[in-house]
């Protein structure tokens, strides 16, 4: 049986529905057309029945929906829509339902000293005595009213606000409002909005019904006396008799807007005794848990998903609905968690959610106290989930510049991995391992380099990692050409590719280009500079390609991708570059700035010239785009070699270095 049907084509019926479905009760909602069924969301508990009906048809609807003497029919039509009602209340004594009025609140005090009307129709006479442009709000359906009573010099100052639905618009037209004249919008609106469109029109008088608080009154009145015009106010057809939403709602379920609360938890390390008492009384409320099957098996609830991902966990949301969800995460839920994407992903699915987010106990927190040590002079680093070359080598610079690194790990592999990166920097140090941190097997172990090389415990691993002599991080790194393995490809020389990185105004986290790559020298030493730089190496020739990933693999400066084939060609599916150096184009010059200019403005571009032709090339080039921060300079380089007992000046070709931003 349907314990409930909504009657709707308001703020508060949809407000009810949502409740309705919030607690999980199958209800039918009525709307008059297709735009209140499109202001209903998608719901297993709500059904929509979309058309107009009489008494007769409302009584022949009420008996094959299955209604029954405990049935509630709720009436939260429009307070003007009075005609609705009358068949409502006669359907409902016919068929011996409970009928439930649902009134708007709002205090109709704010529009004291304004006109007021008995109906449309007054009150478009009385317009008809005024000049300047009017803004109709009472929408669509008074419009017939409206043009029957009004000159048609009044119409043609009178703009309309409706909503935005084929049938609105097509009152419009059929009233003769100009398309002009028309503003198509959904609200509700704020008074600022209200005042906005008063003063883009150049608005003197604003008509509105007696709609209430959720119908917006308040703000339109405002919006008029902060604006100085005159609100013409249509009153309501009867003061109605009635109920409040919350009061309505309250005879059907019990409490007043019931909302899905979603608690975000660390769970600690596992163990009962590391959960916290918070998270403890979240976990015995929750209605329904999620979590990795480690987190949830040993709870006792009936509700729980082993799932632990936003487009997993937010479908099951939307088809239980439960009040108050418990999503778990190992550790501490601000610490290298997946709680931060969650609650991305949550507001994107709904901005209204609420959201409570539990700390706990992390692993580094409890090792800390387990060594008796402070990590508040540490790096702090996460491998879990992460094992790339590219990643190993920033834990690495990270240990070699620092005496303290914490790390998360994946597992026991990852402290091999480590021990291994230590030994090849002649890193002096040791690792603490700690596995199974907080259960029965827990181990903690301190070790050397070569110890750690053959460490087996399984799991997720934290580890402690000492420096007993950390290098000084120099402020510039500097890659000498006697570093790259040369072959036989041609190389940027040091001094001229010192003075191209510098030219080139890398920021952290920029995506370079190096076009040309050759050797690799000029890649090299940019993503030197920094680990979370990603520099794309554009190399035609494969024996080029081999060498720039000898000296990536020499270097370890595994931020560098080598991209194999003919630019611009290979830029497709690539991240837009902040930075570009070209060093070699293969006659592909103009092609390569063009299509980097067509899908990204404000690029850095640094550009070597060493033939006269090329020269003219960039400067045409430079004369043809718009240009900014533009500088040329010529840089000759003279070295001095040995020969016998004497030292001779060998002189490099002069090279132009153009850079720009376009």
Not at 322 to 349: C, N, R
Not at 390 to 407: Q, S, T
Request: proline fraction near 3%; aromatic fraction near 6%.
């Amino acid at each position: 049986m349907i314990r409930c049907i909504v009657f709707s084509g308001t703020t508060e019926g949809r407000t009810i529905s949502d409740a309705l479905s919030a607690h999980r009760m199958k209800h039918i909602v009525c709307v008059a057309g297709n735009y209140g069924e499109e202001m209903m969301s998608k719901d297993p508990y709500r059904e929509v029945h979309v058309g107009r009906m009489d008494a007769d048809a409302m009584k022949e609807f009420f008996k094959i929906s299955g209604t029954g003497k405990d049935t509630l029919i709720i009436d939260a039509t429009h307070p003007y829509a009075s005609e609705v009602t009358a068949n409502i209340k006669s359907a409902c004594n016919d068929a011996k339902l409970e009928y439930v009025r649902v009134i708007r609140s709002g205090d109709e005090s704010v529009a004291a000293g304004y006109p007021k009307y008995a109906n449309a129709a007054d009150c478009a006479k009385a317009l008809n005595k005024t000049d300047s442009n009017i803004l109709l709000t009472t929408g669509s359906k008074e419009l017939g009213v409206y043009c029957e009573n009004v000159s048609k010099e009044v119409l043609e100052r009178t703009y309309v606000r409706v909503l935005p639905s084929i049938e609105s618009l097509e009152l419009c037209e059929k009233a003769g409002i100009e398309k002009t004249h028309i503003i198509a919008m959904h609200g509700p609106f704020s008074k600022d909005m209200n005042a906005a469109l008063i003063r883009q029109y150049s608005i003197k008088h604003l008509v509105t019904k007696e709609s209430g608080g959720a119908g917006g009154f308040e703000e339109k009145i405002m919006a008029a006396r902060e604006e100085g015009i005159t609100a013409h106010i249509i009153e309501r057809p009867s003061k109605e008799e009635g109920v409040s939403m919350e009061a309505a709602l309250s005879m059907i379920v019990e409490c007043e807007t019931p909302a899905m609360t979603v608690t975000i938890a660390g769970i600690g390390m596992g163990s009962a005794g590391c959960e916290t008492l918070d998270v403890s009384l979240a976990i015995k409320d929750a209605d329904v848990i999620f979590g990795a099957s480690r987190l949830i098996d040993g709870i006792d609830k009936t509700g729980k998903y082993s799932l632990y991902l936003a487009k997993d966990i937010i479908p099951v949301l939307e088809s239980e609905k439960p009040l108050h969800p418990v999503i778990l995460y190992s550790g501490d839920s601000g610490f290298y968690s997946g709680a931060q994407k969650m609650i991305t992903a949550l507001k994107e699915w709904d901005p209204d959610v609420c959201i409570k987010v539990l700390p706990g106990i992390s692993s580094i927190s409890y090792m800390s106290a387990k060594l008796g040590l402070s990590y508040d002079d540490a790096v702090l680093f996460s491998l879990h989930g992460k094992d790339s070359d590219e990643d190993l080598a920033k834990l690495g610079d990270a240990v070699r510049y620092n005496h303290k690194v914490v790390a998360l790990l994946s597992g026991g592999k990852d402290i091999a991995k480590i021990a291994g990166r230590m030994k090849s920097l002649c890193i002096d140090g040791k690792i603490t391992a700690g596995a199974g941190l907080s259960y029965e097997d827990e181990s903690v172990i301190t070790m050397t380099p070569d110890e750690a090389l053959s460490y087996d415990k399984t799991g997720i691993t934290t580890a402690f990692i000492y420096n007993a002599s950390p290098d000084k991080k120099p402020l510039i790194n500097i890659v000498k050409d006697s570093d790259m393995i040369r072959g036989d490809i041609p190389m940027t020389k040091e001094c001229i590719r010192h003075e191209s990185i510098i030219r080139l105004g890398l920021c952290d986290g920029d995506v370079m280009y190096d076009i040309g790559g050759g050797t690799g020298s000029v890649s090299i030493e940019a993503a030197s500079l920094s680990r979370n730089l990603k520099v794309y190496s554009f190399e035609r020739k494969p024996e080029a390609v081999a060498l720039i990933k000898e000296n990536i693999e020499k270097t370890g400066l595994y931020n560098v991708e080598v991209i194999e084939g003919d630019a611009p060609d290979t830029f497709e599916g690539l991240p837009v570059p902040d930075r570009v150096f070209i060093g070699g184009s293969d006659g592909k010059l103009s092609g390569i700035i063009k299509n980097l200019s067509d899908r990204k403005k404000g690029i850095r571009y640094v550009i070597n010239a060493v033939s006269l032709e090329t020269f003219e090339e960039v400067k045409k080039l430079m004369e043809e785009y718009e240009v900014s921060d533009d500088e040329i300079v010529q840089i000759s380089v003279t070295g001095v070699r040995k020969a016998g007992d004497h030292h001779l000046m060998s002189a490099q070709n002069p090279v132009w270095i153009f850079s720009f931003t376009l």
